[in-house]
Structure formats: structure tokens, C-alpha cells
């Protein structure tokens, strides 16, 4: 591995139990718009093993260059250009896109930036295109497991804006941005992917 690429081990742990949702979820051709991509591992992963999706990129201005490592590394024609997108400050690509893909970002995000994400989502989503959104997520003001309620006290010791997230705000958000819920999908470490269609 060449040295400025940035690697995350969690993004290599995950990526196989992701996979196999997008590859069930995401059947058809389309574009998908990753936000908050981080180091480029997951875009790698993904546009490699499912070649009928053009995958873009995007996480902030500073991530790209790990990005940008990754995909010139792979030099696959699907992996589209990392883009610079802060959900909250940056203009959102054209749109429509079939899919939207983030992971472990709702709980880094500050409130006003999920809100921006999913307003964001309602705007460039295609009629009918998915949104897969994977991490920890509490249900009915409750954390699903002992591991995920330590993660969020840890965050929210760090910066008291970020957390683990209940899945009644994001569906909230989600059905103000013209997105219906359609899965909650059960994945290891008491993680989950949170499935949404625009309607
Ligand atoms: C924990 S990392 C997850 C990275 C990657 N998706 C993964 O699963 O390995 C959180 C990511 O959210 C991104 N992020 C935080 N705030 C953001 C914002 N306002 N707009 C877009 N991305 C943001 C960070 O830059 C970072 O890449």
C-alpha cells in the first residue's frame, strides 16, 4: 500500500457485511453519491465489486486527497472523482442520483449537518432512488446495545454536538425531505444500515 493512503481497520472490517446489503439493494444501474467517504476505502470496495453502479465520492475538502490515493490506485471506470461536499457549506452536486450511500457520519455530524444531509438527500435523490445510511443508531430514546451507549458517552465527551443518533429524529428528517422509511437491516457489532426511497 502506498504510503499516502490513508486506512481505517474499521472500514476494512465492515465493508463485507455492507456489501452484501448494497448487492441485494442496489440492483439496478445508477449513480450513488457517497457522503463523507473518509479515506476511500468503502468506494474502492463498492465500486470494484458492484460494477453496474458509477460511484462518486464526497466527504470535506480535507479528506479528498485520501480519496483521490485511493481511486487513482484503482483506476476503476466506475469511481468517479472524489468531490468536495460539506453537507452543510458546500453547493450538492447535480443530482438525480438512483442511490446515496454514508456510513459512521450521522454521529460526527453536528445536528444542523444531518439536517442539511437529508434536506440535501430530498433535493438530488432520484424518484424512487435509495438512501443507505449504515453506523449505530438508539431506537425509541433507547441504545440498542451497552458497546453503543459507551460510544456515544465518548462522543459527546469529545464534542457535545456529535452522538449516536435515534432512528425517530432521522426519520423525521428523512419524511420532511420527501424520503419514506423502507428497511432497517441488522449488521454486526450492533450496527445497523437504515434504508430510505424517495418517493
Ligand atoms: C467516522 S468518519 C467515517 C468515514 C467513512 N464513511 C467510514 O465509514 O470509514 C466520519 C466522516 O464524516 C465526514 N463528515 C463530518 N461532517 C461532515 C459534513 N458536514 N459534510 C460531509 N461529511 C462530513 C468526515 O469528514 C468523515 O469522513
Request: aromatic share 8%.
Amino acid at each position: 500500500m502506498s504510503p499516502e493512503k490513508p486506512f481505517a481497520p474499521a472500514a476494512d472490517q465492515n465493508r463485507g457485511p455492507i456489501l452484501a446489503v448494497l448487492r441485494e439493494r442496489f440492483l439496478a444501474h445508477g449513480r450513488v453519491l457517497e457522503i463523507g467517504a473518509g479515506t476511500g476505502q468503502h468506494a474502492v470496495h463498492f465500486a470494484a465489486a458492484l460494477p453496474h453502479l458509477d460511484w462518486y465520492p464526497s466527504d470535506v475538502a480535507e479528506n479528498l486527497p485520501g480519496v483521490e490515493a485511493w481511486r487513482q490506485d484503482a483506476a476503476l471506470p466506475n469511481l468517479r472523482p472524489a468531490r468536495a461536499l460539506d453537507v452543510l457549506r458546500d453547493v450538492w452536486p447535480e443530482g438525480p442520483f438512483e442511490y446515496a450511500y454514508s456510513a459512521n457520519t450521522v454521529h460526527i455530524m453536528h445536528w444542523p449537518a444531518v439536517e442539511a444531509m437529508f434536506a440535501g438527500l430530498g433535493r438530488v435523490l432520484a424518484p424512487g432512488g435509495q438512501f443507505a445510511l449504515y453506523g449505530p443508531f438508539a431506537h425509541d430514546g433507547a441504545h440498542t446495545a451497552a458497546s453503543n451507549a459507551r460510544f456515544d458517552q465518548a462522543l459527546r465527551a469529545q464534542d457535545p454536538g456529535m452522538g449516536v443518533r435515534d432512528r425517530a429524529d432521522l426519520d423525521a428528517l428523512a419524511t420532511a425531505a420527501g424520503l419514506a422509511p423502507e428497511a432497517v437491516i441488522d449488521l454486526p457489532a450492533n450496527n445497523q444500515i437504515l434504508l430510505w426511497r424517495h418517493a
